[in-house]
């Protein structure tokens, strides 16, 4: 069964403590993989897509990788407003309409 | 800007209600989803549409049905509204292709 997993499952940094999120996959298939942030209470915000192994994207203080079983999105010097659910999804071959999401790691940035 | 717009923030509706869930966006985008979010089960696909009048059934499609009539205008009915359908729900749009989809704002709904 293709599965998407996040971990950890919560986070807590203090300001300025960089550090990785983790988004495996055992999918055959993989069409792209997305990047998303969500407040509590709001819909998830687009961040990254990648497409390939090797692929990096990056954006203020956050860098989205892609290797053939998993995806980083390192967060650099974090601040608080970085406090957010991050979610991570995959699309797959013969699926190319769907998002396939994992459950996302809570990340808690202390000042 | 990207822009998916849900109807209501917040709804509370009576067991046995038909309960209709607006969402519109400004993209002219081909493709158009629905979610639920659940605490501990993340985010499952009820249905999603590809073209007008065309919908595809998604992971968790039963008690819902989904109507698409113009390309901008996606609609997620609750035909008889049962306490286990109080959830977050999420609208998105993506273009064709191999593309992100866009969320709007989401529409926390309680059945009581």
């Known amino acids: 069964e293709d599965q998407v997993t996040q971990s950890p499952e919560a986070l807590r940094l203090q300001e300025g403590e960089s550090s990785s999120l983790n988004c495996s996959y055992t999918?055959?298939?993989?069409?792209?993989l997305f990047w998303y942030r969500q407040d509590p209470g709001k819909g998830p915000e687009f961040l990254f897509t990648l497409y390939s192994a090797g692929e990096e994207k990056e954006k203020e203080r956050l860098k989205a990788t892609l290797t053939k079983k998993e995806s980083f999105l390192h967060i650099t010097a974090p601040k608080p407003e970085d406090s957010a659910t991050y979610l991570c999804a995959v699309r797959l071959h013969g699926s190319a309409r769907q998002l396939t999401f994992g459950s996302g790691t809570q990340l808690t940035v202390l000042p | 800007d990207v822009k998916v717009t849900q109807s209501s923030r917040y709804l509370v509706k009576r067991t046995g209600e038909k309960v209709f869930l607006e969402c519109v966006q400004d993209m002219d985008h081909e493709n158009m989803f629905w979610y639920r979010q659940d605490p501990g089960l993340g985010l499952r696909l009820i249905y999603f549409?590809?073209?007008?009048?065309?919908?595809e059934k998604g992971d968790i499609p039963e008690g819902y049905s989904v109507s698409r009539e113009k390309k901008e205008r996606f609609s997620l009915i609750l035909e008889s509204a049962s306490t286990n359908q109080t959830s977050m729900y999420l609208c998105?749009?993506?273009?064709?292709?191999?593309?992100?989809?866009?969320f709007g704002q989401g529409t926390r709904l309680t059945v009581v």
């Open positions: 549409s590809y073209d007008v009048k065309m919908k």
């Open positions: 999918v055959s298939g993989l069409r792209g």
């Open positions: 998105a749009s993506s273009p064709k292709g191999i593309r992100e989809a866009f």
